[in-house]
């Protein structure tokens, strides 16, 4: 944990803000660059002078959310008020700090719909307005990291994420962000980068490991929190297809004078728990079983979603008896049907062709 140490931004402020000219998107020092002026104004200015930063920014930049923004509470985040300040200044945001500004400051403003912005298209798509919320949310992180490393206060994500509901779909951006913060500090710890050591400089030496740690512990609990919503995920119920097109396709016999047998409707096997065919070709007898809610579905000629294990086929010796006993048994004769036939079961296929009659369904 990084000790408490006084804050540097309650002594003098130094007479003059950091230049912006070199902070310029495309420009190869840029990054680094940006990093020494946020660093400069998280030791020299306070978190009303962000919030007071970021005010102007909407001000200036979204007008309509001015409103929304003022009726928030809190104070905003310093990393993005100050970034809000050098914007202002003239310093060229990259579009990727760009819309991380604008995403996190909707979210403070509590706006759910993206307002006005110069180069904002006017009816966003979903992923895009999926990246403004996840920029949102890492808006909040970046507010715990600043508050880690200037007040020492901890931050549990994983707890953080699941009380917030947070989608699992956030955690890739959310990884990548992380995983970015840690890349740099430990090249600060192994002096790799001087100018990113520079960039860092707000951070003592020794804090510098404790932030490491901080930011690891971050990514695990991110990690356990997706693994976590994967496993609570609720398995996508397919919407079944009326009755009326799984049968489509379906091939049966309408009428076997012979035995004087007619098929029921094929609409009524759909949805049945049990569905009893007779095959007048081979003089085979199934019945196809389920328990599901959903009940028999059809694809094609074939018959689904019935449990084999609990379906059979067995050949009738007297199918002009046999036939009219199934016609006219009833659940409880049923069930001991198939158990008064002494020929060898099978477990049926559930395909249905032209040779075969379909005798009657249990709902």
Request: hydrophobic content about 35%; some cysteine.
């Amino acid at each position: 944990m990084v000790e408490k140490v006084a804050d540097p931004r309650k002594t003098k402020m130094a007479d003059h803000e950091p230049a912006v000219a070199s902070i310029q998107a495309g420009d190869t020092g840029y990054k680094v660059e940006l990093m020494k002026a946020l660093n400069w104004y998280h030791s020299e200015q306070e978190r009303k002078d962000a919030t007071r930063h970021a005010r102007a920014y909407v001000k200036s930049n979204m007008p309509k959310m001015l409103h929304a923004f003022d009726k928030a509470k809190g104070e905003v985040s310093p990393t993005f008020g100050f970034m809000a300040r050098l914007s202002m200044r003239g310093a060229k945001l990259s579009e990727y700090h760009t819309n991380e500004l604008n995403g996190y400051l909707m979210g403070y403003s509590k706006i759910k719909e993206p307002v006005e912005v110069a180069s904002a298209p006017a009816r966003p798509s979903i992923q895009e307005n999926m990246d403004v919320k996840a920029r949102e949310y890492m808006g909040n992180i970046e507010g715990a990291l600043d508050d880690f490393v200037t007040e020492g206060k901890d931050f549990n994500l994983e707890a953080d994420l699941k009380a917030r509901e947070i989608p699992k779909a956030y955690a890739p951006k959310i990884e990548v962000f992380l995983k970015k913060k840690l890349r740099e500090i430990i090249e600060v710890i192994e002096a790799k980068d001087r100018d990113l050591v520079e960039g860092y400089s707000n951070i003592k030496k020794k804090h510098q490991k404790d932030y490491a740690k901080f930011l690891a512990g971050m990514i695990e609990g991110l990690n356990r929190y997706a693994a976590f919503k994967q496993a609570n995920r609720k398995p996508r119920v397919k919407k079944a297809k009326p009755p009326s097109v799984q049968i489509a396709k379906l091939q049966f016999l309408k009428e076997f004078q012979a035995l004087s047998l007619t098929s029921i409707s094929p609409v009524d096997l759909i949805g049945a728990q049990q569905a009893w065919v007779y095959n007048t070709k081979n003089k085979k007898l199934s019945v196809y079983r389920t328990d599901s809610s959903q009940g028999i579905q059809c694809k094609g000629t074939r018959l689904q979603n019935y449990d084999p294990e609990m379906s059979e086929t067995k050949t009738l010796r007297k199918p002009a008896e046999q036939t009219q006993s199934v016609l006219a048994a009833g659940k409880v004769q049923l069930r001991k049907f198939m158990d008064g036939l002494t020929t060898k079961p099978n477990v049926p296929n559930g395909i249905i062709n032209s040779d075969c009659i379909l005798l009657r369904v249990v709902k």
